[in-house]
């Protein structure tokens, strides 16, 4: 078994980032086997932690395929056991979203959790993101470039957040005495409502002030034409940045073309570094399956592999589904996995897109709101008008993939528009019960197309 552990190190360190192979794997050693139990060694807390969450499923995975069993295993702590190991049941830790030094308090309250899985350990590297990954890790670890800020950019489901709780992680575990604050754009305009409500705006502002070094703000654009809840982050993020914390933004839009949204707050979010990640081309999508099949502990025969990575081109969260569809489909089917299954899974991942039109969607709209087609392209400004429009507008966004730009044109509106009136909706949406109930019945409706 200890040659086999060896083997599997000699995997991993060649599907992780060299530096995070030495920090955490290369220090783990090898106890013992107790049945089907792998028990091996790490130096510390963080480093067991570190180890479980982030390589245990893999780690797992190469020795069933070495071995040819389904292993499971433990970590010990290999010094200082006793005062240290406070908490040794593994699910425990698993559970625990964020690193706690075991000595200490937990951290204040620190907006969101970060997703466990969002490391940098997981994020696979191509030339779509090469600087963007070098960014977000130069910043984190501190090291190269000197920048405090950094504004990450992409469509949906390319790894802005993933890159940006990637951050956060770090730091906690590099830095665990320092505050890492995660929290959207929509999170941080409710918080201010609710203290301008409760006469609490002092304590929010000292908030981001006192117990904030690091801000993950996520989806900067949703604050498109919310007028005072710019002008507070724009003060909050000069104390910020006057205080040499760190933050880190991310939006679907660079920060000059967020329509509605303050010059003041703009200058502000430009002074970041602005690293775009584009899509990730063949290459890199064969690259990111075949990490995610070590982490899901699966393997697809390459020219499967190759099928979807050629197929689902769009972003990385579309070839998750796809190898998540493949082997579920596979195993709850009983069937092989092979290219007509692939097919089959691809077809219900894209098709469903395809059928779904912009037009589609204007005339189901239209019926629903009792409006022509006619009206809701007309410049009108009637609210019986606006509120469709406004409607038709979110739902093209979210069920086709059209850029804004586009649909915004086959509404006659700008991109500017456009966003504003998915802004519109998503606000209506927490406000007004009878718009969230027109839009459930709408999405039932183009779901079930
Ligand atoms: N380069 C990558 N390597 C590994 N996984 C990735 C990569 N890029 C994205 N992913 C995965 O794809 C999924 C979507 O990524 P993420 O949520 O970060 O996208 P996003 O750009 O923030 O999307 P949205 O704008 O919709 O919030 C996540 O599961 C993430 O782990």
């Not at 395929?65 to 406070?86: F, H, L, M, P, Y």
């Not at 963007?132 to 957040?161: E, V």
């Not at 320092?178 to 959207?184: A, G, R, W």
């Not at 589609?360 to 469709?388: D, G, H, M, N, T």
Request: charged share 25%; aromatic share 8%.
């Amino acid at each position: 078994m200890e040659d086999i552990w060896k083997n599997v190190k000699a995997v991993v360190k060649k599907e992780i980032p060299a530096h995070s192979f030495r920090m955490w794997i290369e220090p783990v050693e090898f106890v013992k086997a107790d049945g089907n139990t792998i028990v091996l060694s790490c130096p510390n807390f963080f480093a067991k932690k570190r180890v479980m969450d982030h390589y245990g499923a893999m780690i797992e995975a190469l020795f069933k395929k070495d071995t040819g069993k389904n292993c499971s295993i433990s970590i010990e702590i290999a010094s200082r056991q006793n005062s240290v190991r406070r908490r040794s049941d593994a699910n425990e830790l698993r559970i625990e979203p964020q690193l706690e030094l075991p000595s200490m308090p937990p951290p204040p309250s620190s907006g969101r959790l970060l997703r466990k899985n969002f490391t940098f350990d997981r994020f696979v590297v191509g030339s779509n993101s090469n600087f963007a990954y070098s960014a977000a890790l130069s910043l984190a670890s501190r090291q190269g470039i000197n920048h405090n800020s950094l504004f990450l950019m992409s469509q949906t489901g390319l790894g802005k957040s993933h890159l940006s709780q990637a951050i956060g992680h770090h730091i906690l575990s590099h830095f665990p005495t320092e505050n890492v604050y995660y929290i959207t754009a929509e999170d941080f305009t409710n918080e201010m409502i609710r203290a301008f409500r409760n006469d609490a705006i002092e304590q929010f502002k000292l908030k981001y002030r006192n117990q904030c070094d690091v801000l993950l703000l996520e989806d900067v654009h949703f604050l498109t034409g919310k007028e005072r809840t710019q002008m507070e982050l724009a003060q909050a993020l000069d104390y910020l940045i006057d205080a040499d914390k760190k933050i880190i933004f991310t939006s679907c839009h660079l920060p000059a073309e967020i329509p509605n949204m303050s010059e003041q707050l703009k200058s502000r979010l430009a002074r970041s570094l602005i690293s775009h990640i584009e899509i990730p081309d063949f290459q890199t999508r064969i690259k990111i399956l075949k990490r995610k099949m070590v982490e899901h502990g699966c393997m697809l025969p390459s020219s499967v592999t190759e099928y979807l990575a050629g197929e689902l081109s769009e972003n990385v969260r579309q070839l998750e589904s796809g190898l998540i569809g493949v082997t579920a489909k596979a195993s709850l089917l009983g069937e092989p996995i092979d290219l007509r299954l692939a097919e089959s899974v691809v077809r219900n991942i894209t098709q469903r897109k395809q059928a779904i039109t912009v037009d589609y969607i204007k005339k189901l709209v239209c019926r629903q709101f009792k409006i022509s087609v006619e009206e809701i392209v007309s410049p009108s400004r009637k609210r019986a008008i606006v509120r469709p429009r406004q409607v038709a507008i979110y739902l093209a966004r979210k069920y086709t993939d059209q850029p804004l730009q586009a649909i915004g044109k086959s509404f006659n509106r700008y991109h500017g528009t456009a966003l504003h009136s998915i802004a519109a909706v998503e606000k209506g949406i927490r406000s007004d019960g009878s718009l969230k109930k027109q839009l459930e019945f709408l999405c039932e409706r183009i779901e079930s197309h």
